[in-house]
Each structure stands twice: as C-alpha cells, then as structure tokens.
C-alpha cells in the first residue's frame, strides 16, 4: 500500500530533481529491501536502494515495472504508471 511517511531525500536523475514528499511511495514490506516510489505526474517509477549509508536510485523501465509490481503484490503501480 502506498506509504506517505519516512525520511524525505531528493535526487536527481538525468538533471530533472525530484524529491520523495512529493511522489507515491510503495513499501516493499521489508526494510532490507527496496522502496519504489511513482511520479503520478510523469508516470516514472524509481527505486531506492540501500547500500549501507547510501542510497542509490535508479529510474526503473516498463519491464522493470511488471516485476516488481509482480514481485511485491503491488498491481496499483501498474495501472498508475501506464
């Protein structure tokens, strides 16, 4: 179920910043593995993983898409990206 509450981080990707208060976020149901987060207003998804302190984001494409909403049981991130 999207998840408004957490640490807020900005990034950037491909020089378009966005900042996670303002997008959906998808809990994974675990803490160890990713958050996915969608721009309604772009239909972009993003994933947030962690690697120790860090985090890296990458923007996620159509396939990458269908996995994970396969993956965590999350058929609400298909229909909002399309």
């Known amino acids: 179920?999207?998840?408004?509450?957490?640490?807020?981080?900005?990034?950037?990707i491909n020089d378009t910043k966005f900042?996670?208060?303002d997008l959906k976020k998808f809990q994974t149901g675990d803490p160890t593995l990713p958050v996915?987060?969608?721009?309604e207003a772009s239909s972009r998804v993003f994933?947030?993983?962690?690697?120790g302190w860090k985090i890296d984001t990458?923007?996620?494409?159509?396939?990458?898409?269908?996995?994970l909403a396969a993956r965590f049981n999350i058929p609400s991130l298909l229909r909002k990206s399309r």
């Open 1 to 12: 179920m999207p998840n408004r509450r957490g640490a807020i981080l900005i990034f950037s």
């Open 19 to 21: 900042n996670t208060s």
């Open 36 to 39: 996915i987060y969608l721009d």
């Open 47 to 51: 994933i947030h993983n962690r690697n």
């Open 58 to 67: 990458d923007e996620v494409d159509a396939a990458g898409i269908e996995k």
